[in-house]
């Protein structure tokens, strides 16, 4: 029988709902308002979890978000399953089941458990320095290490849920809940600023909403009922947003931040569907206050992580909050006053308290004189040396400190207990306020990092800011709060707080025991199991960079980031390298602050929506036609069109001798057109393209080549000139944003002087590439008042004209070499030019033809594809297109590259033709070429670019880029293959209709 | 992720916006009198100092101008904006 250490009952939990889950297959009951590390602490339940290395026995150590240890697998085997949860944020309800992770078999018994014994041989950097070698040896590790450590199992199926982003503006972001948070949020948006406040947990107040210390009065009220009061009248105020279970992950610069708002997940299963499960906030605030709080910090002392060892803060949360005993024998190790709260709450609630064991030689404030009237003994000047209990605490030794707190002297008394409470006093938790960049100072007196530079408008109130008395809080926040909002008063400034609170605090960081070092386990990260040996063991051997130590003994790279042992780690470096804190640095705090889900992360962009796809206006006639699609970039274009069964080889060899022999169409659409215009329309034109373009005649269509500034080919298109100050460029699909852009670039900012305008028309027409013998009659067809003679309407011209009432614009060009004409209109009538295509090429058996198609046809005339002939080192010499550049410009883009001593050189790789021996034999694209198989290693010439079996030759074809190809012909080379050597001889790039005859057949 | 103030359009998010690189850095006008050596230094040299740097900057995804930026690149403090053409602010 599990026993029930529920000892009282609490405004947050409400015992009228009882709720029952799984925790490790077992059923527990709780109420609604508990967690799962408070329900199980209720159940007398301390031990959830193993530890990364050693698989120790762990338990629920802390009440919040920086928990090391209780980490476990929520509603396991699921397709909501989710690792690396902390027990002590999951709020539970009916239907949860939670299980440990990293254990295996299970948790009661843990194979890993036997590296606990063998621990001597697991130092720090124990895996680096084992599993290195041999290298044939790591399958066998990896089996090993996978099975036995890991932490928790992603999910194998799709997530049911859905995540939402949303992008917020305000002008102040209160980051926090806790007294200062509430008030600053409140003076805030009662002085008219658009406030948000966020709070991780579901409930305001943090942790004066159940501060008991009967000595603390805010306007002779207890401060716990003096915030509700506050809470409340929040409700009244104006401008001010909260929005709790939110976790701000990461803070950016310029004040943006990323928070993680939690909407389903303390629901039932059944309550869960169709809503969202968590919201991303983007925020972008004017001004932030923080207002995070501190973390307590346990004491680094021997065997410091058994179960039932937990933050003294933690016990008072789970007593006076949750109406919990974390135990029946409690005893407190401190080094302050705060563990005396915890011990008189527990004593209010009839709890036994043993002992308190406080390393200090005395304090005199009026808590302390409490717990001594109340009986409770107190060892003064005294540390623990051990503990005992494997799974779970069953007794403590301890000894009396040397005055110096480096050693321990005396006889060793055994306490018997089964829970523990640790105070290491508080570390302001400043996470966020580092991500934003701004920079932290070391205050040598009270042992912390404190906010010293700000890089954004902000303020770090309340703990967090170094604050930990309520007088203090109030006054500094009230002070702060007047200065960063620019106003004169606030609620704050009547305000009476007495307090009895004092401030004396010794600090040890590494607790001495009876025992050498190294026969001890004083635990610094308790999920990583780094323990204060490693980190000596580190700096004995050579490491110096607190983040190097960091990285070799893992201390602090486990899910919670060390929040609990980061200052512990740094201070064992500094009293060991003996140098001061401050001039050793922090690690630096990375975001997420708390794990965030890769379901938040990505939002909405899942499935269909992960990227935008764009489609032409002929789409839907693809589709119903059966057709293959691409992608290029972000179109859907269409790839080949099967018919009865094809294979894409068959499909695309039909329709490419159809395109040749009589009629094929082409959806070109995607074709990036900018429109250009301006009376320097044709200067701008001579100084982007390699060519000139000043004699071009109104009608007529030139093919130009764009280069980059180093003189390598950028990209290329036909561009027609409608009007003396009119053009129209085309260019690749892939490349129309970036030509765009590069254009705007230079006539922004070198050639401001140009009158030219640029607009991006890509999506305003919709083109028809009609090619083949056949496709003037088809032309004819369908416009039949066109005068289609090669007088009126020759190779590389344009004639505007109307398909009905449809106005279209036509130019008679070809990347086929075929006789053909692309065909445009506007954007919305694409599908009807189509389909009227489509029709009058009927009985000429007009082929629709794809990408693929296209690529083969261009091919077998040689023409290059930027992009995949090219890559960017290729010159248009290179490219044996030396027709192009013009001799007689003074300048254009790249052309001063085209000089250059390395561009010049004869032995440049150069594009070529390439054919095999075997004429059925189709080379692979990307495959090498050598000229030598019998050297070692053989040096590569170059590679193939371009390869198809050309059905219209019967053979084999492809373009390759050659070593000194251009000097090469007739050459025979090879191309070695996993299997074999294939021959190949060096030809002209061009294998198809070499006169340009078609063009005009 | 940076607020930057476009001269044209204002205050907007950094996602708007594309780094072009080192600015006052002009395209010689007489390319064809530079040596290899005088060419090269245009075409390829950027400085990547840590500290205050001159940058080019162009509103991408929204008036897609081009405007320069002031920016330390040790603390990504944005310290002036200035359109093209214009004056960069003295130090
Ligand atoms: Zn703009």
């Given amino acids: ?1001 | 992720m940076f607020l930057i103030n476009c001269p044209y359009c204002g205050e907007r998010d950094q996602q708007e916006f594309k780094a072009g690189g080192e600015a006052h850095i002009e395209r010689p006008k007489q390319p064809t009198e530079l040596s290899d050596d005088e060419w090269a230094e245009y075409l390829f040299m950027r400085k990547n100092i840590k500290g205050v740097q001159f940058e080019r900057w162009n509103h991408a995804h929204g008036c897609r101008k081009w405007f320069n930026m002031v920016r330390d690149t040790s603390n990504d403090e944005i310290k002036a904006i200035y359109k093209m053409g214009e004056k960069p602010p003295s130090q």
């Fill in chain 1, 1 to 1001: 029988m599990t026993k029930n250490l529920r000892v009282k009952s609490s405004e947050y939990i409400d015992e009228t709902n009882r709720i029952s889950f799984k925790f490790n297959g077992k059923t527990y009951h709780g109420f609604k308002g508990d967690t799962l590390a408070s329900a199980l602490l209720a159940n007398d339940v301390h031990l959830v979890g193993r530890s990364f290395k050693y698989h120790r026995p762990r338990g629920i150590m802390t009440s919040g978000s920086e928990e090391p240890n209780a980490i476990v697998q929520v509603n396991p085997g699921t397709n909501r399953t989710e690792p690396n949860v902390r027990a002590t944020e999951v709020e539970i309800y009916e239907g949860l089941e939670a299980s440990s992770q990293n254990c295996w078999p299970s948790v009661e018994f843990d194979i890993g458990g036997i590296n606990n014994f063998l621990s001597p041989f697991f130092p720090a950097g124990f895996y680096y320095k084992t599993f290195m070698w041999p290298a044939s040896f790591w399958e066998k590790y990896e089996f090993f290490i996978r099975h036995s450590a890991g932490l928790g199992k992603s999910p194998t199926t799709t997530d049911p849920d859905i995540y939402d982003h949303r992008t917020v503006h305000c002008d102040v972001l209160v980051v926090g809940a806790g007294i200062s948070g509430i008030m600053a949020a409140k003076n805030a948006a009662k002085n008219n600023f658009k406030t948000l406040l966020v709070e991780e947990k579901n409930e305001l107040g943090g942790s004066t909403i159940y501060e008991n210390n009967e000595f603390n009065k805010i306007d002779n009220k207890a401060p716990s009922e003096w915030l509700k009061k506050e809470i409340e009248e929040l409700k009244n105020i104006k401008n001010l947003e909260i929005k709790t279970r939110t976790s701000v992950a990461a803070y950016h610069q310029y004040n943006y931040l990323l928070a993680r708002e939690n909407l389903t997940d303390h629901l039932e299963a059944k309550d869960k569907t169709n809503k969202i499960r968590q919201r991303l906030l983007k925020i972008r605030a004017k001004k932030v206050i923080l207002a995070t709080g501190a973390l307590e910090r346990p004491l680094i002392f021997n065997n410091n992580d058994r179960p039932g060892i937990m933050l003294s803060s933690a016990i008072k949360k789970y007593s006076e909050f949750y109406g919990v005993a974390c135990g029946s024998k409690n005893v407190f190790f401190t080094n302050n006053d705060s563990a005396y709260e915890s011990a008189i709450s527990l004593y209010n609630k009839g709890i036994n308290v043993e002992a308190i064991i406080d390393i200090r030689e005395q304090s005199e404030s009026k808590i302390v004189k409490k717990v001594k009237e109340a009986g409770i003994k107190i060892y003064w000047s005294h540390s623990i040396v051990d503990t005992t209990g494997y799974k779970r605490l069953n007794s403590i030794s301890i000894m009396k400190l040397s005055n110096d707190g480096a050693s321990v002297t005396g006889s060793k008394i055994s306490i018997s207990c089964d829970c523990l409470g640790v105070a290491g006093g508080w570390t302001p938790a400043v996470h966020l306020y580092t991500q934003s960049g701004s920079k932290l100072k070391f205050d040598e007196e009270k042992k912390i990092f404190l906010p010293n530079q700000n890089t954004s408008e902000q303020i770090s109130v309340g703990s967090c800011g170094g604050d930990f008395k309520i007088d203090e809080i109030i006054k500094n926040l009230n002070q702060k709060l007047k200065d960063t909002l620019n106003i004169n008063e606030t609620d704050l400034d009547s305000i009476k707080v007495e307090i009895d609170q004092e401030n004396s605090k010794r600090n040890i960081w590494l607790l001495p025991s009876d025992k050498p070092l190294g026969k001890t386990k004083p635990f610094v990260d308790y999920q990583n199991d780094a323990t204060a040996k490693d980190i000596k063991l580190a700096l004995r051997e050579g490491f110096r960079s607190i983040e190097h130590v960091k990285r070799y003994t893992t201390t602090g790279m486990g899910t919670d980031q060390g929040k609990l042992g980061n200052m512990h780690a740094l201070g064992i470096i500094a009293d060991t390298a003996g140098v001061k804190m401050g001039e050793l640095g922090t690690t630096t705090f990375r975001p997420p602050y708390t794990p965030l889900t890769f379901g938040t992360i990505v939002g909405r962009n899942v499935g269909k929506f992960f990227d935008i796809f764009r489609k032409t206006p002929m789409n839907d006639w693809h589709v119903e036609n059966k057709a293959e699609f691409e992608n290029v970039g972000q179109w859907k274009r269409a790839w080949y069109y099967p018919i009865n069964g094809e294979t894409m080889h068959q499909a695309v060899q039909r329709e490419s001798k159809a395109a040749r022999e009589s009629a094929g169409i082409l959806d070109a659409s995607t074709l990036g057109k900018i429109d250009i215009q301006g009376s320097d329309a044709s200067e701008f034109l001579n100084r982007v393209y390699t060519n000139a373009w000043s004699k071009l005649a109104i009608g007529k269509c030139r093919y130009g080549l764009m280069l980059n500034e180093d003189g390598m080919v950028y990209d290329d298109g036909v561009t027609t000139r409608l009007g003396e100050n009119h053009y129209i460029m085309t260019t690749t699909t892939g490349g129309a944003a970036n030509v765009l852009g590069k254009l705007e670039d230079y006539l922004q900012t070198e050639w401001p002087e140009l009158d030219v305008y640029l607009t991006s028309v890509t999506d305003h027409y919709a083109t028809a590439s009609l090619c083949g013998p056949n496709s003037k009659k088809i032309l004819k067809k369908i416009i039949p008042d066109l005068d289609l003679s090669d007088e009126n309407f020759p190779h590389m011209s344009f004639k505007e004209s109307k398909i009905g009432n449809i106005q279209c614009r036509i130019m008679r060009i070809s990347f086929t070499g075929e006789h053909s004409y692309e065909i445009n209109v506007q954007a919305s009538y694409g599908k009807d030019l189509w389909e009227k295509c489509m029709e009058a090429g009927q009985e000429f058996n007009i082929t629709p033809y794809g990408t693929e198609t296209m690529h083969l046809l261009r091919a077998e005339k040689g023409f290059i594809i930027v992009g995949q002939d090219t890559d960017g080192t290729m010159t248009p010499i290179d490219l044996q297109m030396d027709w192009i550049v013009s001799k007689k410009k003074y300048d254009f883009i790249g052309k001063r590259s085209l000089y250059r001593s390395d561009t010049m050189r004869e032995d440049r790789k150069q594009l070529v033709g390439l054919l095999t021996e075997d004429p059925n034999e189709v080379l692979e694209e990307g495959a090498q070429i050598v000229s030598e198989l019998n050297q070692s290693p053989i040096e590569m010439l170059g590679h193939v670019t371009s390869s198809y079996f050309s059905p219209n030759l019967n053979k084999s074809i492809a373009l390759a880029v050659v070593r000194g190809g251009k000097d090469m012909m007739g050459k025979k080379l090879f191309v070695p293959m996993e299997n074999k050597n294939i021959n190949v001889t060096v030809a002209n790039p061009v294998f198809y209709d070499k006169k340009n005859e078609r063009l005009n057949a």
